[in-house]
Nanobody, 117 residues
């Protein structure tokens, strides 16, 4: 599985960004994670077995994860961005049946999101 993210950048608080992740290979679950400087990795949004998306409480109602299977692309629409959303964002996936993507083995290189106040 290969994952290539794009779409990061700098935005003011309250703004929006859309991240993209081109996915090569079969996956059973796919997710967006983020890591801010000096902090641990945080799972942000998940799609497991093409089921209903799930979100971290910190982004619920502001972020939307979606997949376009015709383009083999995963998206993360981020609205109402806050300075605390500043982080490196990663696309990650697993191809193991029954995986919930808590510790996915495949990762993209990351894309930086910076939100200024």
């Amino acid at each position: 599985v290969q994952l290539v993210e794009s779409g990061g950048g700098s935005v003011q608080a309250g703004g929006s960004l859309r991240l993209s992740c081109v996915v090569s290979g079969f996956t059973t679950c796919i997710a967006w994670f983020r890591q801010a400087p000096g902090k641990g990795r945080e799972g942000v949004a998940f799609i497991i077995d093409d089921g209903r998306p799930t979100y971290a409480d910190s982004v619920k109602g502001r972020f939307t994860i979606s997949k376009d299977n015709t383009k083999n692309t995963l998206y993360l629409q981020m609205d109402s961005l806050k300075p605390e959303d500043t982080a490196m964002y990663y696309c990650a996936a697993s191809r193991a049946w029954g995986s919930t993507c808590v510790q996915p083995p495949y990762w993209g290189q990351g894309t930086q999101v910076t939100v200024s106040s």
